[in-house]
């Protein structure tokens, strides 16, 4: 991996910058912020003055005092549906509606007199509002204009000098000329809402290093293009996968992931409209409660936009609308009914034909329904189409039926294709060739099974006639009194080898028969139990000399089956000869024998001495042993042996292999 790729994969790095961007973000921001404050107050220490000395104060006053107006001018009175000024007295209307929610709207008390209708409006109360008028102008801040050339005010940033260019803000308001205001400015009850404290409270945590927020905005910037560039170019890369990483959010459908990120986006600024505007707490709070919801806002965008640019990357971002979802179903839904309608092939070409016919003359006959003879027609047609399935029907089921005993080994079926049209015939034919085929390729396994049979037979004969002469010969020689200990001990080779091969033919031979069925048996009850203990007694020698410890559990009574003693003989035989050859020494070996209600069970387990790198399926085929050798004296065609002469006997033969366990089981069923 290249350092660039290690970068681009590195978790660490990925983490540190999504720690760091919202620091950067609110450092960018207050420090806009506060370059914005410092430009609009000054640094005096008194909140109010340097506040009351503000652009921002002048226009929030004014704009107050307009919003009124026009209200007024626009006719919101109590006859309206949605009316604002309820009337208290002849000519005076009265509200204590806030149309504008900041600092100074539920603070400015006006009186507003139409000099054409000498209507008044007002939201303070008095018992005589023309005098109070003339009170105004005592108040420690008030504002009052009779007309565009008599305006008189104590606050600095609404003089007569200053008002003609923020009124003009605001456009068209030639009909105020018409109004008389009388306002001012309620500052002993005044107090300042969240947003205004928490900017002063910026103003003097910033004020300790004045020229702080003129460094950190272009470090910021850069700081922040960079962690940028970084997260765009990485997102979706991790050092475990070799292609871009979809997580389960982004497989979760991209339009509810808005709606989600929306939802929690809006109730964020929502929350910090409500601290900033209205809560009534103290800074402190307001700065962490604003610390927090800020966290949340960040957290669920950067979710989206992460989730958003893995979808990009990866070429999944259309895929992943529900809309495209439902798009792409509907349309593989309509291409799979094209498909089917449009199907050349005869059978479905006939059935929309017939279904076709069927629904014209159906309806045809339906709109004729009010004569008796359309009645009649329709019903014959009805009982002709049901005759039609029933027939169809009725040659489908022999098909069925056909290829049932096919499945279930009767290779001798013919059908009659003269009996049947169009596809049906079609079938019939095809299931007459698989028919001849299947029977066929019986035959041919029957012969080639009979071939192999004969070829082993008379191969071994031809084999034993010489090897029956060495053995003879090499008995001959063991009679002679051979003084040379090196030709002794040939010939005890070549007596144990002879020996092993003759053994090996007569196994070859036995297996051969006993796979083909070529094997006479003689079916009689023969007593289990007894014939386990002499096969135990048998092998009592070969046993001890492996240090194996029998353990022999057979039941209180007799177990009879139904089985040719000799070949019953033969299978038990054949399992203990394997247990001695292959079973661990100093080890214990399992046979128990259970009758039950439905069948008995015989087992024989033992722990095998060489690792089982084998399946069962393959141990039991022809010339195959557990250990992968032929170093030991088996042929490995015992269990080959035992399993064709158990089926033979109608006993289910089966070996399961645990580990280094070895288990043998015969069942026969109790008819």
């Given at each position: 991996m290249t350092k660039m790729q290690a970068i681009k994969n590195s978790f660490f790095?990925?983490?540190?910058?999504?720690?760091?961007?919202?620091?950067?973000?609110?450092?960018?921001?207050?420090?806009?912020?506060?370059?914005?404050?410092?430009?609009?107050?000054?640094?005096?220490?008194?909140?109010?003055?340097?506040?009351?000395?503000?652009?921002?104060?002048?226009?929030?006053?004014?704009?107050?005092?307009?919003?009124n107006i026009r209200r007024i001018d626009n006719g919101y009175i109590e006859e309206n549906n949605n009316g604002i000024y309820s009337k208290i007295e002849d000519n005076i209307y009265y509200t204590?509606?806030?149309?504008?929610?900041?600092?100074?709207?539920?603070?400015?008390?006006?009186?507003?007199?139409?000099n054409e209708t000498n209507e008044l409006y007002t939201n303070v109360q008095s018992s005589n509002y023309l005098e109070d008028t003339k009170t105004f102008s005592n108040k420690k801040m008030y504002w009052i204009y009779e007309n565009k050339d008599s305006i008189s005010t104590?606050?600095?940033?609404?003089?007569?000098?200053?008002?003609?260019?923020?009124?003009?803000?605001?456009?068209?308001?030639?009909?105020?000329?018409?109004?008389?205001?009388?306002?001012?400015?309620?500052?002993?009850?005044?107090?300042?809402?969240?947003?205004?404290?928490?900017?002063?409270?910026?103003?003097?945590?910033?004020?300790?290093?004045?020229?702080?927020?003129?460094?950190?905005?272009?470090?910021?910037?850069?700081?922040?293009?960079?962690i940028i560039v970084y997260l765009l170019w990485s997102i979706g890369h991790s050092k475990t996968a070799s292609k871009i990483h979809l997580t389960a959010l982004d497989r979760f459908p991209y339009e509810l992931l808005l709606i989600v990120f929306f939802t929690i986006f809006g109730m964020c600024f929502s929350f910090f409209e409500v601290i900033l505007l209205y809560a009534n707490i103290p800074t402190n709070l307001v700065i962490s409660l604003l610390f927090i919801g800020y966290i949340g806002a960040y957290i669920s965008l950067a979710i989206i936009v992460d989730s958003t640019i893995r979808r990009i990357k990866a070429k999944e971002f259309w895929h992943s609308f529900l809309v495209y979802k439902i798009y792409n179903r509907i349309k593989k839904y309509l291409h799979n009914a094209s498909d089917r309608v449009l199907d050349k092939s005869p059978s479905q070409r006939n059935i929309i034909i017939f279904y076709i016919i069927f629904i014209v003359i159906s309806s045809i006959l339906g709109l004729t329904f009010f004569t008796g003879i359309s009645f009649l027609i329709l019903l014959a047609f009805w009982i002709w189409t049901l005759y039609l399935l029933l027939q169809f029907n009725k040659r489908l089921n022999k098909i069925k039926n056909a290829l049932h005993e096919i499945y279930m080994g009767n290779s001798n079926i013919n059908l009659d294709t003269n009996e049947l049209k169009g596809t049906l015939k079609e079938l019939a034919i095809y299931v007459n060739d698989i028919s001849n085929g299947f029977n066929n390729a019986i035959q041919e396994k029957l012969k080639s099974e009979r071939l192999k049979t004969e070829l082993i037979t008379?191969?071994?004969?031809?084999?034993?006639?010489?090897?029956?002469?060495?053995?003879?010969?090499?008995?001959l020689l063991k009679q002679e009194d051979i003084k040379d200990e090196k030709a002794l001990e040939y010939l005890n080779v070549l007596d144990s080898k002879s020996q092993r091969l003759k053994k090996l033919i007569e196994d070859l031979?036995?297996?051969?028969?006993?796979?083909?069925?070529?094997?006479?048996?003689?079916?009689?009850?023969?007593?289990?139990?007894?014939?386990?203990?002499?096969?135990?007694?048998?092998?009592?020698?070969?046993?001890?000399?492996?240090?194996?410890s029998i353990d022999l559990e057979l039941p209180d009574n007799s177990v009879n089956i139904e089985a040719d003693n000799r070949y019953m003989y033969r299978i038990i035989e054949n399992l203990y000869s394997n247990v001695s050859k292959y079973a661990m020494d100093n080890t214990r070996v399992y046979i128990s024998l259970n009758k039950g209600d439905n069948e008995i069970k015989l087992e024989i387990k033992n722990i095998s001495k060489e690792k089982l790198n084998i399946s069962a399926d393959e141990?039991?085929?022809?010339?195959?042993?557990?250990?992968?050798?032929?170093?030991?004296?088996?042929?490995?065609?015992?269990?080959?042996?035992?399993?064709?002469?158990?089926?033979?006997?109608?006993?289910?033969?089966?070996?399961?292999?645990?580990?280094d366990l070895f288990k043998a089981i015969l069942i026969w069923n109790i008819k």
């Open positions: 790095l990925k983490a540190v910058s999504y720690i760091l961007l919202p620091i950067i973000v609110a450092s960018l921001i207050l420090s806009i912020i506060y370059i914005s404050l410092s430009n609009e107050y000054d640094n005096s220490n008194n909140l109010k003055e340097s506040y009351f000395n503000s652009s921002g104060f002048s226009y929030e006053y004014i704009s107050n005092l307009i919003s204590d509606y806030e149309f504008i929610h900041n600092d100074i709207t539920s603070y400015i008390k006006y009186i507003i007199i139409n104590n606050i600095v940033t609404l003089s007569k000098n200053k008002i003609k260019y923020l009124i003009s803000s605001f456009g068209d308001i030639s009909y105020i000329t018409k109004y008389s205001i009388y306002s001012y400015l309620d500052i002993d009850n005044f107090d300042f809402s969240n947003y205004i404290k928490v900017g002063f409270t910026l103003l003097s945590i910033f004020d300790y290093v004045p020229f702080l927020a003129d460094i950190l905005i272009p470090v910021d910037i850069v700081l922040l293009c960079i008379n191969v071994s004969h031809d084999i034993k006639t010489p090897l029956t002469s060495i053995i003879n010969y090499v008995d031979v036995e297996a051969s028969k006993a796979s083909s069925g070529n094997v006479k048996l003689n079916i009689e009850e023969i007593n289990l139990s007894e014939l386990l203990k002499q096969v135990t007694g048998e092998f009592k020698d070969k046993f001890d000399e492996k240090n194996l141990l039991m085929q022809r010339f195959v042993r557990g250990d992968k050798s032929r170093f030991t004296e088996g042929s490995g065609l015992g269990l080959s042996i035992a399993k064709s002469l158990s089926e033979l006997q109608n006993c289910k033969f089966n070996i399961e292999i645990d580990g």
